[in-house]
């Protein structure tokens, strides 16, 4: 996952799997334009949640894990 435009804002990102069980969070100190990362879905196969977020901006993808 590349998250690009966070402008050296803290980035927090939330793996979110069925039910709404929080899987995965993570707080990145941004001091780039964009941040590389892989995303952990150790929990199987399966529709997840990705949420991004920063101080002034949110983003929810769907990932589905075959």
């Known amino acids: 996952m590349v998250v690009e435009g966070a402008n050296s804002e803290p980035v927090t990102l939330r793996v979110v799997g069925t ?15 964009s941040i590389r990362r892989r995303v952990p879905l150790s929990a199987g196969s399966g529709v997840y949640l990705l949420q991004i977020t920063t101080p002034t901006r949110s983003h929810t993808a769907k990932l589905v894990r075959y």
């Open 19 to 33: 039910g709404g069980r929080l899987l995965h969070t993570e707080i990145i100190e941004v001091t780039t334009d």
